[in-house]
């Protein structure tokens, strides 16, 4: 194999429904999305939904608390941790509704090479979702993250900072797994546990693996599932 592969973005927003400045956010990264996926572009978008704001009023029913802890390990980008923040390929930051700021990131990160190939399949089953990964190319000490995205979700919020809206999200995380690889060559194969009337329709898979401890993403695919 190559020594490397062509660029990619992972744009992982870390957004709440009980944040009034992130539905903001939510669309500028939605936009990214649309635009991605019309050009064929290497971007891949993850909305994860964090648990520290539930305690506004609205408990957001696409959070997670290991969301939260993953985005505390990002405080080296920034001393503080905030909603909504998005970073880009584990290793730059910025405000997530500063579409502008955000795209040029973007732009970096496309311009330099993975050194992580991922090859990603996704398949239906009576069982389930079942998810197969490998990867080529992996560095010591490195960690594998596997989402379950939902393409369309809204959610009509009846309280908290976004009481009466009708918050629309796009690529939103609804089932995660992270994971040990060795290095050179790997196999993964997981089969998530999903929210009860999640549309298949709607699903996609994300994978991207990044050094340990989330200092940087190596390499990332997106899925639809057969």
């Not at 029913?61 to 909603?83: C, H, I, K, V």
């Not at 040990?180 to 009337?197: C, D, I």
Request: aromatic fraction near 8%; glycine fraction near 8%.
């Amino acid at each position: 194999m190559p020594k490397s592969s062509p660029g990619f973005a992972v744009v992982e927003l870390f957004t709440s429904e009980g944040c009034s400045s992130c539905p903001a956010a939510d669309a500028v990264v939605a936009r990214i999305a649309a635009a991605a996926e019309r050009t064929g572009s290497p971007v891949f978008t993850v909305e994860q939904h964090v648990d520290y704001w539930d305690y506004l009023g609205w408990r957001d029913p696409f959070d997670d608390a290991r969301f939260s802890e993953r985005q505390a390990g990002y405080r080296m980008l920034n001393r503080s941790t905030y909603t909504p923040q998005a970073v880009v390929n584990g290793v730059e930051e910025a405000l997530g509704s500063d579409e502008r700021g955000l795209n040029e990131l973007i732009s970096h990160a496309l311009a330099a090479a993975a050194t992580t190939r991922l090859e990603l399949s996704a398949q239906w089953s009576d069982g389930g979702l079942l998810v197969h990964c490998q990867g080529d190319g992996v560095e010591p000490a490195q960690a594998l993250n596997l989402f379950v995205l939902e393409t369309g979700a809204e959610s009509n919020v009846t309280r908290g900072e976004n009481s009466g809206e009708q918050l629309q999200h796009r690529n939103v995380a609804r089932a995660f797994d992270t994971r040990q690889v060795s290095a050179g060559h790997f196999q993964a194969t997981w089969q998530p546990q999903l929210p009860s009337g999640l549309p298949r329709s709607s699903v996609r898979v994300l994978a991207f693996t990044e050094r340990r401890p989330q200092a940087g993403i190596t390499g990332a695919n997106l899925t639809v599932p057969k």
